[in-house]
């Protein structure tokens, strides 16, 4: 694991270098959040949410991702939206040690520095295991399952928002500047990461802790592409969802506990698998056990038929061809025709299946093939760790209601914003 050392001298000495004039506009930018505390507590009383566009896609993009605008004055950058994370982070210039491409110029931090004691920054570490080196710094290491990581320093800068009940704000919030990052396997092409996760530093943590928006988060994935991100619970019937409690014991990811596999309405013997909920990870990855098992029965459901195995089609693992080119999943339903299931167990006690249907399990390659979007989680260093990744939520709504520790989903139409609901 590599160490925060690297250019700590040139990043101290770039926060050093702070004006008299960025002083009073500081003073100034905390005057007027000051004078917006009225407005957030009726936003928070109302219940009004902020909403994101998503644009990206499962196939062939690889990832969906949120413009956010940060900043004084605000400057746009592409997020990639990850649940299985807490930290939002940018490739920053402090200066940048490795900064890998990125679709906008590098984010100039502020001198607007996390002290390395302050709660936020003992919450992205393991309990006692961080030395305040520095102490009016909060330096950072995140590692992500692809083998990625961002190194750097956490400070505090201006993101505006735009709420659904149309009030503006601009309230200042922790974000990490990476000065030091190492691209994954399935590196993206993006200027950093929103971390959605369960923890403290998380943007929506932090906007509750504000009191500017309820602690929820939730997405809408479209199939053909896009979607919307949302902050709040202003924009869904809660009696319209299926709800499972959040696992307490596996607390560092949105987790509903352990579930059995289901093929075709049947038990498939595979149990008490760990899974979690990842808006990070394309592809949906179950352990080698549930994976081989998983395989076989589709394979053996598919003999006979006129569809043959494509091994020349590297696109995933396991991809199959027609007698002609798929052009969608619907193409390919009259072949896959059995629906999935994930069904959570809770102190011995069934809760709501979570139903993968074809569309939430194939791609269909640029070959035309029907691939597997379900992939060896153990092969990837997952270990015994399941992952429901973005295949498996489209066209539904999922929410992580950490308020209530509730994990939600619903079918919805996710290629277009939502209406709002109304407010007296």
Same mark, same amino acid.
């Given at each position: 694991?590599?160490?925060?050392?690297?250019?700590?001298?040139?990043?101290?000495?770039?926060?050093?270098?702070?004006?008299?004039?960025?002083?009073?506009?500081?003073?100034?930018?905390?005057?007027?959040?000051?004078?917006?505390?009225?407005?957030?507590?009726?936003?928070?009383?109302?219940?009004?949410?902020?909403?994101?566009?998503?644009?990206?896609?499962?196939?062939?993009?690889?990832?969906?991702?949120?413009?956010?605008?940060?900043?004084?004055?605000?400057?746009?950058?592409?997020?990639?939206?990850?649940?299985?994370?807490?930290?939002?982070?940018?490739?920053?210039? @402090?200066?940048?040690?490795?900064?890998?491409?990125?679709?906008?110029?590098?984010?100039?931090?502020?001198?607007?520095?996390?002290?390395?004691?302050?709660?936020?920054?003992?919450?992205?570490?393991?309990?006692?295991?961080?030395?305040?080196?520095?102490?009016?710094?909060?330096?950072?290491?995140?590692?992500?399952?692809?083998?990625?990581?961002?190194?750097?320093?956490?400070?505090?800068?201006?993101?505006?928002?735009?709420?659904?009940?149309?009030?503006?704000?601009?309230?200042?919030?922790?974000?990490?500047?990476?000065?030091?990052?190492?691209?994954?396997?399935?590196?993206?092409?993006?200027?950093?990461?929103?971390?959605?996760?369960?923890?403290?530093?998380?943007?929506?943590?932090?906007?509750?802790?504000?009191?500017?928006?309820?602690?929820?988060?939730?997405?809408?994935?479209?199939?053909?592409?896009?979607?919307?991100?949302?902050?709040?619970?202003?924009?869904?019937?809660?009696?319209?969802?299926?709800?499972?409690?959040?696992?307490?014991?596996?607390?560092?990811?949105?987790?509903?506990?352990?579930?059995?596999?289901?093929?075709?309405?049947? @038990?498939?013997?595979?149990?008490?698998?760990?899974?979690?909920?990842?808006?990070?990870?394309?592809?949906?990855?179950?352990?080698?056990?549930?994976?081989?098992?998983?395989?076989?029965?589709?394979?053996?459901?598919?003999?006979?038929?006129?569809?043959?195995?494509?091994?020349?089609?590297?696109?995933?693992?396991?991809?199959?061809?027609?007698?002609?080119?798929?052009?969608?999943?619907?193409?390919?339903?009259?072949?896959?025709?059995?629906?999935?299931?994930?069904?959570?167990?809770?102190?011995?006690?069934?809760?709501?299946?979570?139903?993968?249907?074809?569309?939430?399990?194939?791609?269909?390659?640029?070959?035309?093939? @029907?691939?597997?979007?379900?992939?060896?989680?153990?092969?990837?260093?997952?270990?015994?760790?399941?992952?429901?990744?973005?295949?498996?939520?489209?066209?539904?709504?999922?929410?992580?209601?950490?308020?209530?520790?509730?994990?939600?989903?619903?079918?919805?139409?996710?290629?277009?914003?939502?209406?709002?609901?109304?407010?007296?």
């Amino acid at each position: 694991m590599r160490k925060g050392q690297v250019n700590v001298f040139i990043l101290l000495l770039f926060f050093t270098l702070s004006s008299a004039s960025d002083q009073r506009w500081r003073k100034a930018m905390i005057s007027t959040y000051n004078g917006s505390s009225s407005s957030s507590m009726m936003m928070n009383r109302v219940g009004s949410s902020i909403l994101f566009p998503i644009h990206g896609n499962v196939y062939p993009a690889g990832y969906y991702n949120v413009t956010i605008n940060i900043g004084h004055p605000p400057k746009p950058y592409f997020l990639d939206l990850d649940t299985g994370s807490d930290l939002t982070w940018l490739q920053c210039n @402090a200066p940048c040690v490795h900064c890998i491409e990125a679709p906008h110029p590098l984010y100039q931090p502020t001198n607007d520095l996390v002290a390395c004691k302050d709660q936020l920054c003992s919450a992205l570490h393991p309990p006692g295991d961080y030395k305040c080196e520095s102490p009016d710094q909060c330096d950072y290491e995140v590692e992500y399952a692809d083998g990625g990581s961002s190194l750097g320093v956490l400070v505090r800068d201006t993101f505006s928002l735009n709420y659904t009940n149309g009030i503006r704000l601009s309230p200042r919030l922790a974000l990490g500047c990476g000065y030091d990052q190492i691209p994954g396997t399935s590196n993206h092409p993006l200027d950093g990461i929103l971390g959605l996760g369960r923890g403290k530093s998380s943007i929506v943590s932090q906007l509750q802790r504000q009191g500017l928006v309820r602690n929820v988060v939730g997405h809408c994935l479209s199939g053909i592409g896009g979607g919307f991100l949302f902050f709040g619970d202003g924009l869904y019937d809660s009696s319209h969802v299926t709800w499972t409690p959040m696992s307490q014991e596996f607390t560092k990811y949105y987790s509903p506990g352990s579930a059995e596999l289901h093929f075709g309405g049947k @038990a498939t013997g595979i149990k008490n698998l760990i899974v979690i909920f990842d808006s990070g990870s394309s592809y949906t990855y179950l352990n080698s056990q549930a994976y081989q098992a998983l395989t076989e029965l589709l394979k053996k459901e598919l003999s006979g038929r006129s569809l043959k195995e494509a091994p020349e089609d590297q696109t995933l693992p396991l991809c199959w061809k027609g007698r002609k080119p798929f052009r969608s999943v619907h193409d390919a339903k009259k072949y896959f025709k059995t629906v999935l299931s994930l069904a959570f167990t809770n102190s011995g006690r069934r809760k709501a299946p979570f139903e993968l249907h074809p569309e939430a399990y194939l791609i269909i390659s640029n070959k035309g093939n @029907a691939c597997l979007g379900i992939l060896n989680g153990t092969q990837v260093g997952l270990q015994n760790l399941n992952v429901v990744g973005d295949i498996s939520m489209q066209d539904r709504m999922v929410i992580y209601d950490n308020e209530k520790q509730v994990i939600g989903w619903s079918p919805a139409n996710c290629d277009h914003l939502p209406m709002f609901r109304s407010y007296i």
